[in-house]
């Protein structure tokens, strides 16, 4: 079955670090998306994909950027991390036809300390 | 510009019906979606709404009014495993990525 993966699913690590987090799916979706999920601010878009070699700043992209070198991986790297950026993100894919849904990885839960 | 409203937190009792709104302000408003997301899992798919009108998936039913920027989730014949929180998301224009609403916690009571 098609799926989406993401690892690690939980990390510690201290501020200042260069943190990359990985994203994985089997659907061979052209859209990849990566969120952050925090309490009093529901899910917020970090950056998108709409294909290989495409990339877009989302919501709240500063201090994060992914690049798009296949269509299954879209890895977000946190340059050099802040305790801000303490959160669980997820990362999600869907189809490029018209709006169809998308589907979500099991998230990672990330501590900046 | 984005503004996406729904309540933040709902109690209903087993076997009972709860509606769930949400509100939105949205240039270029395309489609709405509606998500589950059980504490500590990933969100899932439930609905999609683009035209006026109710859309029904078994027990659980989503409308959509344009014209007031307004839809709301019907759960009916409520059970145990329903207590989750519920994400209103929407697309405007041509893209396909989603603006989430904070989400409602909906706590099912015996």
């Known amino acids: 079955d098609a799926e989406i993966t993401q690892s690690p699913r939980h990390k510690i690590t201290e501020t200042g670090r260069q943190v990359t987090l990985a994203c994985h799916q089997t659907?061979?979706?052209?859209?990849m998306f990566w969120y952050r999920q925090d309490l009093g601010h529901g899910l917020r878009l970090i950056h998108y994909?709409?294909?290989?070699?495409?990339?877009n700043k989302g919501e709240v992209s500063d201090g994060y950027s992914v690049s798009r070198s296949n269509t299954e991986d879209l890895p977000l790297t946190l340059e050099s991390a802040a305790s801000s950026q303490t959160s669980v993100y997820f990362c999600?894919?869907?189809?490029?036809?018209?709006?169809?849904?998308?589907?979500f990885g099991d998230g990672t839960r990330l501590s900046i300390l | 510009g984005q503004n996406i409203d729904q309540p933040t937190e709902m109690t209903a009792t087993e076997g009972a019906i709860v509606q769930i709104n949400c509100t939105y302000q949205?240039?270029?408003?395309?489609?709405l979606f509606w998500y589950q997301q059980h504490a500590g899992e990933a969100p899932t798919f439930l609905s999609y709404?683009?035209?006026?009108g109710l859309e029904e998936k078994g027990r659980f039913s989503s409308f959509l009014s344009r014209s007031k920027g307004y839809s709301y989730l019907l759960l009916k014949e409520l059970q145990m495993k329903d207590s989750a929180s519920y994400l209103c998301?929407?697309?405007?224009?041509?893209?396909?990525?989603?603006?989430f609403g904070t989400g409602t916690r909906l706590q099912v009571t015996l």
């Open positions: 999600a894919s869907s189809e490029s036809r018209g709006n169809q849904p998308q589907h």
């Open positions: 659907w061979n979706h052209n859209n």
């Open positions: 994909s709409y294909g290989v070699h495409d990339t």
């Open positions: 949205t240039s270029g408003f395309n489609g």
């Open positions: 709404n683009v035209l006026d």
């Open positions: 998301a929407v697309t405007a224009g041509t893209a396909s990525k989603l603006t």
